[in-house]
């Protein structure tokens, strides 16, 4: 049992190019969200989905799109990187109520 | 606004010395108040979930207790082992069942 899977775990972009982080979950879970973390920081929600086909901005969304085509998947697509957009971006999933998340491990992005 | 904040931002201690940390939040509607543990380079591991005032919970050295403004996290004897950051975050009654976290406290055990 995987949990939930984060790709790339590193990556630098330049400023100005995009890219799409991928999150995966095998618990059939269908709460999915995105945070961002910067250093000594708390997580600031990104996007979250309570189903396929379902998606809504959290606290942090400019820069960033999500899509939610299958239960399974909860790609962040990130257009023309910024500086700013430096940061560990964490994704989890939950059954929903009273469930903690389950977190992956992260993807560590630098934008220079 | 949801907010949450914990305190102190950094704790040492040494190996066998209690100690507590702190978890204030404002929300309207509070459903469920979260621990994380989060180690180094890893993503947050869920400890606790609390529901109502007076509740509290344990695992190994860890207690977490909440009242209706704060909750904490007490560490017994901590060994070495229990260095991490730890995080809070509650859970109002908004739709999508979504985490507020606070700043975290980064906890270092001293043998």
């Not at chain 1, 962040?76 to 109520?97: D, K, M």
């Not at chain 2, 260095?83 to 906890?107: D, E, H, P």
């Amino acid at each position: 049992n995987a949990g939930v899977t984060q790709t790339p775990k590193f990556r630098i972009l330049k400023i100005g190019q995009s890219m799409t982080l991928q999150c995966t979950q095998d618990m059939n879970h269908n709460y999915m969200y995105w945070y961002r973390q910067d250093p000594g920081m708390g997580l600031k929600l990104i996007y979250y989905s309570v189903g396929a086909g379902i998606t809504d901005k959290g606290e942090v969304p400019n820069g960033y799109n999500v899509s939610r085509s299958t239960t399974e998947d909860f790609p962040l697509r990130l257009e023309l990187a910024a500086p700013s957009q430096t940061s560990v971006y964490f994704c989890a999933s939950s059954l929903g109520g009273y469930d903690g998340y389950t977190f992956g491990s992260g993807t560590r992005l630098t934008v220079v | 606004e949801d907010q949450v904040t914990q305190s102190p931002e950094a704790l040492r201690l040494q190996e066998g010395e209690s100690s507590s940390l702190n978890c204030s939040y404002t929300v309207s509607g509070l459903r469920g108040l979260f621990w994380y543990r989060q180690d180094p380079g890893k993503g947050p591991e869920f400890l606790f979930t609390l529901y109502s005032a007076g509740e509290e919970k344990e695992k190994e050295r860890l207690k977490a207790t909440l009242t209706k403004k704060e909750s904490f996290l007490h560490i017994t004897a901590p060994k070495p082992e229990d260095s991490a950051t730890y995080l809070c975050a509650v859970q109002a009654g908004a739709a999508g069942n979504k985490l507020t976290f606070g700043g975290g406290t980064r906890v270092l055990v001293k043998p």
